[in-house]
């Protein structure tokens, strides 16, 4: 009797243990950072390409997304990676320039016709040599650029009808050599400001507008103080997912082959996802968030964004050259 009741007692234990035991832990853990709030669109492509990862690795490698600079700003996000320090992040293109000045190609104002010539280009051979020049000059890996938006052009101080409006605006810019040229070439007056520091500046009236992404605006409610939105369409923005090198050799072959499609796939879905978004996000902005959009005639604003093409192309070498004259040989 006292047998069987300990019997019991064991096997009774030993389930009891066995359902407390946690899931089996991945073999890699990835740690992906972003600047922005978790909700923004960095955080979306960073969920979508979480749950790749861990459906195409079957569990193996884990992604845990760090929001908000809490592994690195955005600005020092680059040099973090290339000194294997995080093992990847999203960062702005025009952010790259610094690190890697030939990704100023896809920062020349202007520099894409349409939607389908960007996507030719990024999904292209164009896309793929600079992803393989990034990564022989830098040691970093670009896994997938990721949906393109334009930026929307917003200021406190006056609607903009025509380029003679934006004369003497103080402009937020990130310190990107082709962005400070072209607002320059508008006609204001750009301030180079890093992510970290734009929110202030803008609220407490240091600077008088920039430029983002139309659902940065949102995300940010840069609309509770910026009244004024201007469609330009300047700039297209978009933010690539990196991996540091020092992360990517950690994986075997079949790991690093899962990281890439998992990227790639994440980005083909989060652009299907956002594809529309941009004209939403302008009209509840409008509607909902209390701006007034003005729609300038862009004649102006282009003349002077290809004396800005013309004098980079210009200066910084035959690689660059030769990068703009296939993008441009894209969109025919």
Same mark, same amino acid.
């Given at each position: 009797?006292?047998?069987?009741?300990?019997?019991?007692?064991?096997?009774?234990?030993?389930?009891?243990?066995?359902?407390?035991?946690?899931?089996?832990?991945?073999?890699?853990?990835?740690?992906?950072?972003?600047?922005?709030?978790?909700?923004?669109?960095?955080?979306?492509?960073?969920?979508?390409?979480?749950?790749?990862?861990?459906?195409?690795?079957?569990?193996?490698?884990?992604?845990?997304?760090?929001?908000?600079?809490?592994?690195?700003?955005?600005?020092?996000?680059?040099?973090?990676?290339?000194?294997?320090?995080?093992?990847?992040?999203?960062?702005?293109?025009?952010?790259?320039?610094?690190?890697?000045?030939?990704?100023?190609?896809?920062?020349?104002?202007?520099?894409?016709?349409?939607?389908?010539?960007?996507?030719?280009?990024?999904?292209?051979?164009?896309?793929?040599?600079?992803?393989?020049?990034?990564?022989?000059?830098?040691?970093?890996?670009?896994?997938?650029?990721?949906?393109?938006?334009?930026?929307?052009?917003?200021?406190?101080?006056?609607?903009?009808?025509?380029?003679?409006?934006?004369?003497?605006?103080?402009?937020?810019?990130?310190?990107?050599?082709?962005?400070?040229?072209?607002?320059?070439?508008?006609?204001?007056?750009?301030?180079?400001?890093?992510?970290?520091?734009?929110?202030?500046?803008?609220?407490?009236?240091?600077?008088?507008?920039?430029?983002?992404?139309?659902?940065?605006?949102?995300?940010?409610?840069?609309?509770?103080?910026?009244?004024?939105?201007?469609?330009?369409?300047?700039?297209?923005?978009?933010?690539?997912?990196?991996?540091?090198?020092?992360?990517?050799?950690?994986?075997? *072959?079949?790991?690093? @082959?899962?990281?890439?499609? =998992? /990227?790639?796939?994440?980005?083909?879905? %989060? +652009? #299907?996802?956002?594809?529309?978004?941009?004209?939403?996000?302008?009209?509840?902005?409008?509607?909902?968030?209390?701006?007034?959009?003005? *729609?300038?005639?862009? @004649?102006?604003?282009?003349? =002077? /964004?290809?004396?800005?093409?013309?004098? %980079? +192309? #210009?200066?910084?070498?035959?690689?660059?050259?030769?990068?703009?004259?296939?993008?441009?040989?894209?969109?025919?």
């Amino acid at each position: 009797m006292i047998r069987r009741h300990l019997l019991k007692t064991t096997a009774a234990l030993m389930l009891a243990t066995l359902t407390a035991l946690p899931a089996a832990a991945a073999d890699v853990t990835m740690n992906v950072g972003f600047g922005a709030p978790e909700e923004s669109l960095y955080g979306r492509f960073g969920k979508i390409f979480q749950a790749k990862v861990s459906e195409i690795s079957g569990g193996d490698i884990e992604v845990k997304l760090r929001c908000c600079n809490q592994i690195s700003s955005e600005d020092e996000a680059f040099k973090a990676m290339q000194l294997g320090t995080v093992d990847g992040f999203f960062i702005t293109a025009n952010n790259v320039s610094p690190h890697w000045p030939l990704m100023d190609v896809t920062v020349l104002p202007y520099i894409f016709q349409n939607d389908a010539h960007l996507a030719r280009v990024l999904d292209g051979d164009v896309g793929q040599t600079m992803k393989d020049k990034l990564q022989a000059d830098t040691s970093v890996h670009l896994l997938a650029f990721g949906p393109a938006l334009y930026r929307d052009f917003y200021n406190s101080v006056r609607p903009i009808n025509t380029m003679a409006d934006m004369e003497g605006l103080k402009i937020r810019v990130p310190k990107n050599e082709v962005m400070i040229a072209t607002f320059e070439a508008f006609g204001a007056n750009p301030v180079p400001l890093a992510w970290s520091e734009t929110p202030t500046a803008l609220q407490t009236g240091t600077v008088d507008g920039g430029d983002n992404g139309t659902s940065f605006i949102r995300d940010m409610k840069f609309f509770e103080f910026e009244p004024h939105l201007v469609i330009l369409e300047h700039f297209v923005s978009f933010a690539p997912l990196f991996a540091s090198d020092n992360f990517m050799k950690k994986l075997n *072959d079949e790991q690093r @082959a899962q990281i890439i499609e =998992a /990227a790639e796939a994440a980005g083909v879905e %989060f +652009a #299907a996802q956002v594809a529309n978004e941009t004209e939403e996000v302008r009209q509840w902005l409008v509607s909902e968030g209390g701006m007034a959009r003005t *729609d300038p005639d862009k @004649a102006d604003f282009v003349t =002077a /964004a290809k004396t800005v093409q013309d004098d %980079f +192309a #210009a200066k910084r070498g035959e690689d660059f050259v030769e990068l703009v004259k296939a993008i441009q040989a894209a969109a025919e």
